[in-house]
């Protein structure tokens, strides 16, 4: 009798707790695991998804409360995608159990969930707050996430992980000194690690650029120092990333940290020695100066003409010429154009 040239393996099926065993041939086997993988990460997909729709929905109830947080919207959302990608690596590398690898993900999609209705300093007691609202109905309805039921104790782990995110450098310091709940288990240390990560670059300096008492800070120094508010803005949130290095917990995040704190400093230096902050003052300077000619020359209002030049000169603009110069300073530095990505404002 002829036997196959393909190798048979073993492979157990399970159905009422009583096992099963047949032979398959390799590459039926090799599909097979293929169709699990993909079912699973269907059914992570699904999972994330619900989610997250529960804290956009959220946050759009906050902003109708309060229009003025729409403009801190869009760098949410940005920083959200970023630390839940960072969080999956971290997730992996640490091999999470199913139980911990549902707590770490979901305590990451919901850890700034707060940051609407909140000040700095009291965002994760909102985010616990909403989080626990989220988790009290996927258990009365007995939903699952990526299969793994809800339970009292799942609960309390990813009501803790958001607790426990807090001791960034800069919110210890504006809470005059004082830390807050430090990370105890795995899966804080993924949650906290992962919002570490996402905070090495340059965020914060858009943020520091749509912020009137940020500005007049900036422009304070930059007078002092003759220099300009943009550069300023940098060397602040420099100074804040730079220690970011030493408060990661991780094996993975100690190494991610170090590398994306030396592309950081790169970027800069490229910034500074291509005269990258000059060249935006003047550019704008120069832009002001035409767009008021060309008004006159037009007859056209000096209302409509201001408007235009402070359109130009707003927070949301400086933030994406900047972004076009950190790719265009990581493409001549041949920092990989994804870890870039990570990097921007």
């Not at 809470?175 to 090495?200: C, H, Q, S």
């Not at 030049?309 to 972004?323: F, G, R």
Request: proline letters at 1%; a negative charge.
């Amino acid at each position: 009798m002829e036997t196959s040239s393909k190798e048979n393996k073993i492979v157990k099926f399970s159905s009422d707790s009583r096992e099963t065993a047949r032979t398959i041939p390799d590459d039926r086997q090799d599909a097979k695991v293929f169709n699990l993988e993909q079912e699973r990460e269907e059914r992570r997909k699904k999972s994330i998804e619900g989610v997250v729709n529960f804290r956009d929905e959220q946050y759009a109830q906050d902003i109708e409360k309060d229009s003025s947080k729409e403009n801190m919207l869009s760098s949410l959302e940005r920083h959200n995608k970023i630390v839940l990608e960072y969080a999956n690596d971290l997730i992996e590398d640490e091999k999470l159990s199913p139980q911990d690898r549902v707590a770490a993900t979901i305590a990451t999609i919901m850890h700034d969930s707060g940051k609407l209705s909140s000040d700095d300093l009291e965002h994760h007691k909102r985010g616990v707050q909403y989080t626990q609202e989220m988790l009290e109905k996927m258990q009365k309805e007995n939903r699952k996430f990526e299969g793994v039921e809800i339970t009292q104790d799942l609960k309390q782990k990813i009501l803790q992980a958001i607790e426990r995110h807090m001791n960034h450098p800069f919110l210890i310091k504006k809470n005059g000194g004082k830390r807050f709940p430090e990370p105890e288990n795995i899966v804080d240390k993924v949650v906290y690690d992962a919002d570490m990560l996402a905070n090495i670059g340059f965020k914060n300096v858009g943020v520091r650029l749509g912020i009137e008492k940020f500005l007049e800070e900036d422009l304070a120094k930059a007078n002092e120092k003759k220099t300009n508010a943009i550069e300023e803005a940098f060397k602040n949130v420099m100074d804040g990333v730079d220690e970011l290095g030493g408060v990661v917990l991780t094996s993975l995040g100690k190494r991610v940290a170090k590398e994306r704190i030396e592309d950081v400093n790169r970027i800069f230096e490229y910034f500074k020695e291509n005269k990258v902050f000059e060249n935006m003052i003047s550019e704008q300077s120069i832009f002001e100066e035409k767009t008021r000619k060309i008004g006159k020359v037009l007859g056209v209002d000096s209302n409509v003409t201001e408007e235009v030049i402070a359109k130009e000169n707003s927070a949301e603009s400086k933030k994406n010429k900047l972004n076009l110069e950190i790719a265009k300073a990581g493409m001549a530095l041949g920092i990989d154009s994804e870890i870039v990505d990570k990097l921007m404002m």
